[in-house]
């Protein structure tokens, strides 16, 4: 089942724009990653972010965590051509005892950069 | 230059076959996941495993899918017999310890006709 749901599913804009992609969940965490797939490859590690942060910058990106209303958010500035892709947030759960305690993700944002 | 090994690449396959898709995680990685990614599914976790124990299989239909893991180098997912839905791209992936990153293999495209 999925822990985390993507918004929006699709999203595109001319490059030089910043690109927002939102993501909620259901469950206490541990942390919240965001992977990038692009068409036909595994998914590659983007970030991470714990759950006693709220925000985490890496070059372009910037996450943000809220756990109060279990969302976070990744921020793209500047975007490029190439940064056409699937955008995932995947949950690293609490483990309760009773269930999976792997990674869950969600469904994705397909970005698309319009040169 | 370390990275997830899936074999084969590309399968495809009759109804009733058995499907046999091989993964090699990254040496001294203790945590292994397979995932299968559809279009209306999206990423399903189907098993992990920690220190190649399985630690939660709940995603996997029971009846013809299983997973092992013979040693620290290879995981495997079986599916006997394959059906038309187990089309699906099967991805694993593994990392160092719980609560770091996973690093995906490249996938299997499994096609059962």
């Known amino acids: 089942s999925q822990q985390g749901e993507e918004d929006p599913q699709a999203l595109s804009i001319q490059e030089g724009e910043n690109a927002t992609m939102n993501c909620s969940y259901k469950t206490s965490i541990n942390n919240l990653q965001w992977y990038r797939q692009n068409s036909g490859r595994g998914l590659v590690h983007l970030i991470l972010i714990r759950s006693n942060e709220r925000e985490k910058h890496s070059g372009r990106l910037r996450v943000t965590l809220d756990t109060s209303k279990k969302s976070s958010s990744l921020l793209i500035t500047a975007s490029r051509a190439a940064d056409t892709a699937s955008y995932f947030c995947?949950?690293?759960?609490?483990?309760?005892?009773?269930?999976?305690?792997?990674?869950?993700f969600g469904k994705g944002t397909h970005l698309i950069i319009q040169p | 230059d370390a990275r997830v090994t899936q074999t084969p690449r590309h399968k495809v396959t009759e109804m009733g076959q058995e499907v046999t898709m091989r993964c090699q995680p990254i040496?001294?990685?203790?945590?292994v996941f397979w995932y299968r990614q559809t279009m209306m599914q999206g990423l399903e976790l189907l098993a992990y495993f920690r220190n190649r124990a399985p630690l939660d299989d709940s995603g996997m239909p029971k009846d013809r899918f299983s997973a092992e893991m013979p040693d620290a180098t290879l995981a495997t997912l079986k599916i006997q017999p394959s059906e038309p839905r187990d089309s699906a791209v099967y991805f694993c992936a593994s990392g160092l310890i719980r609560g770091t990153e996973a690093f995906f293999g490249q996938g299997t495209r499994l096609t059962v006709v």
């Open positions: 040496l001294g990685h203790n945590t």
């Open positions: 995947a949950t690293d759960m609490m483990y309760s005892g009773g269930g999976a305690d792997g990674l869950t």
